[in-house]
């Protein structure tokens, strides 16, 4: 059953420190996210990319984040200088269209 | 603005009972929407979906019914195991250029043996 992989599993960064984390989403999908989960809170959407191009983005989504479908394949969420309140698992997610949206595992990310 | 809510944060049911859990949302723009199950440290795996142009899909042990005129969408798991326990996160989207979902705050179950 085709699947969406995320790497690394766990990432911990130092306060200030880029991280990209890398998503390989469902080959035959369109729609691309970022999610992310506080620890204890709901899922929270971060962007969503379509077509090659961000096509909608939350208020968490601010500058110091960044999306890329670089080859086709992947697609990989850039933080530039983390803070601490960064700290969350990260998922994501691809989808057709209508219908369900599949999830990675996720990335555990802590900012110390 | 929580636009999909799940007011019961957790649930405990016994074994081979049914469990509820309910989801309400605001949006009326909403057209599709869905059950996510969540166990700690992994991604949301899907359970169950509905168009708003049905009021009941089911699937197993697992139905969804959608109340539109209440806005309200509510899962039911018949009968219940002890490896359904788990935190259900209810998720909504709509027709748009990014068909995102939205999730709820999540509830977590418990079934005991």
């Known amino acids: 059953e085709p699947e969406v992989t995320q790497t690394p599993s766990h990432q911990v960064t130092q306060m200030g420190q880029e991280v990209i984390l890398r998503c390989v989403p469902i080959s035959n999908h369109l729609y691309f996210y970022w999610y992310r989960q506080i620890l204890g809170q709901k899922v929270e959407f971060l962007v969503s990319?379509?077509?090659?191009?961000?096509?909608?983005k939350s208020e968490i989504f601010d500058d110091q984040f960044s999306v890329e479908r670089p080859d086709g394949s992947n697609f990989t969420l850039k933080i530039r200088s983390t803070k601490l309140e960064d700290s969350a698992m990260y998922f994501c997610?691809?989808?057709?269209?209508?219908?369900?949206?599949?999830f990675g595992q996720g990335t555990r990310l802590t900012v110390v | 603005d929580q636009q999909v809510k799940q007011n019961s944060p957790s649930l405990s049911v016994q074994e081979g009972r049914i469990s509820i859990l309910n989801c309400d949302y605001t949006?009326?723009?909403?057209?599709?929407f869905l059950w996510y199950k969540k166990y700690p440290a992994e991604g949301p795996t899907f359970l169950i979906s509905?168009?708003?142009?049905?009021d009941k899909n089911e699937d197993g042990r697992f139905t969804v019914f959608l109340n539109k005129s209440a806005k309200h969408l509510s899962l039911h798991i018949v009968p219940s195991q002890p490896g359904d326990s788990a935190v259900y996160f209810c998720a909504a989207s709509a027709v748009d250029s990014s068909y995102k979902l939205i999730f709820g705050s999540g509830t977590r179950l418990l079934v005991r043996p």
């Open positions: 509905i168009s708003s142009i049905k």
């Open positions: 990319f379509y077509n090659n191009e961000i096509s909608e």
């Open positions: 997610a691809s989808r057709t269209g209508y219908g369900e949206a599949f």
């Open positions: 949006n009326s723009m909403f057209d599709y």
